[in-house]
């Protein structure tokens, strides 16, 4: 008899114990859950954000995810060569040989005798940089223009016109040599 009272106390201080390091696992993880993927986030904060999708994927946080899943670093075009060294720094990983997809840095410029005001333009651009209303002439806010063009294939006028910005002492930078760091094991 007394061996069974025994078992059905270490029974139910097991059961117990159990129950509340399984309340304390439950607690925890809510307390410090980590909302989304911090690499993510940190790749997706080193992206220029300007959503523009030359990369291939659909916008910075696309972009971001398939890094983090191995995706080459160097396929931000707006972000360049410096874009891909911060990459590449956050992510202890090597710039591939064949180079940065790098473009000079552009904007768009609407012809506003030409724009009919379809709003195309306006749908088209993931910064919101144009401004205008239908069947009203529109254009483009030079601050907030990534230079992504993707305003440019949409317009059915062919209004919209994608210049170089010009290099001036204020956004000139360091092109070369660069040298690559390279890792001895
Ligand atoms: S205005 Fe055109 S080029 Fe500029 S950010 Fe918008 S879509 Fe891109
Ligand atoms: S898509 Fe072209 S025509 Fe249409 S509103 Fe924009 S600039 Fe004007």
């Known amino acids: 008899m ?9 029974v139910a201080v097991m059961t117990l114990g159990a129950a509340f390091l ?7 993880s809510e307390r410090f859950r980590v909302e989304g993927n911090p690499i993510i986030d ?19 946080r696309g972009y971001a995810e ?5 995706e080459a670093i160097n396929l931000c075009a707006p972000g360049g060569e410096a874009g891909a060294r911060k990459l590449a720094d956050l992510l202890g990983r090597e710039i591939p040989t064949a180079g940065v997809a790098e473009k000079p840095p ?7 005798n030409r724009c ?3 709003t195309l333009c ?6 919101d940089a144009i401004v205008g209303a239908a069947k009203q002439l529109h254009t483009v806010v030079g601050s907030i223009c990534t230079g992504c063009a993707l305003c440019a294939a949409p317009c059915p006028v062919e209004c919209i016109e994608m210049k ?3 290099e001036t002492v204020d956004n000139w930078k360091w092109k070369s040599p660069v040298f690559q760091i390279r890792r001895v094991a």
């Open 2 to 10: 007394e061996n069974i009272d025994t078992v059905i106390i270490a």
């Open 22 to 28: 399984g309340a304390a696992l439950g607690w925890a």
């Open 42 to 60: 940190q790749i997706e904060r080193a992206l220029p954000q300007t959503q523009c999708g030359q990369c291939g994927f659909p916008g910075c």
């Open 66 to 70: 398939a890094i983090a899943d191995g």
């Open 106 to 112: 552009q904007f768009a410029v609407i012809d506003e």
């Open 116 to 118: 009919i005001g379809c």
């Open 122 to 127: 306006i749908q088209a651009c993931p910064v």
């Open 164 to 166: 170089t910005i010009a």
